[in-house]
Nanobody, 121 residues
Framework: QVRMVESGGGLVQPGGSLRLSCAVA????????MAWYRQAPGKQRELVAS???????NLADSVKGRFTISRDNTKNTVDLQMNSLKPEDTAVYYC???????????????WGQGTQVTVSS
């Protein structure tokens, strides 16, 4: 069973930095598209950043120039480096990936439990 565990969230002042990490078990981060999503209170979950198996990255416009997604194939983790944080970055951040099952090609999504990021003075 695929397991994903996020860590690194917390309270930070505006302009500060945090680094989130997602530890993945039973699935190779190097062979799958990995992503970070976030969900603020009263809002829909939104894609923040993704990295595919060719190391191509995609960032939401709201975080471009401030956030970086990367992966460590040795540790089997996916990290989100967040700099110049703003109050509007406050949300629960989730690690995500998906697979297509063999034969049926049914998509199965996997999510971590989430980690809270609060940006406030």
């Amino acid at each position: 069973q695929v397991r994903m565990v996020e860590s690194g969230g917390g309270l930070v002042q505006p302009g500060g930095s945090l680094r989130l990490s997602c530890a993945v078990a039973e699935l190779s981060v190097s062979l799958n598209t990995m992503a970070w999503y976030r969900q603020a209170p009263g809002k829909q979950r939104e894609l923040v950043a993704s990295i595919d198996r060719s190391d191509s990255t995609n960032l939401a416009d709201s975080v471009k120039g401030r956030f970086t997604i990367s992966r460590d194939n040795t540790k089997n983790t996916v990290d989100l480096q967040m700099n110049s944080l703003k109050p509007e970055d406050t949300a629960v951040y989730y690690c995500h990936t998906f697979i297509l099952q063999a034969i049926t090609l049914r998509r199965v999504d996997y999510w971590g439990q989430g980690t809270q990021v609060t940006v406030s003075s």
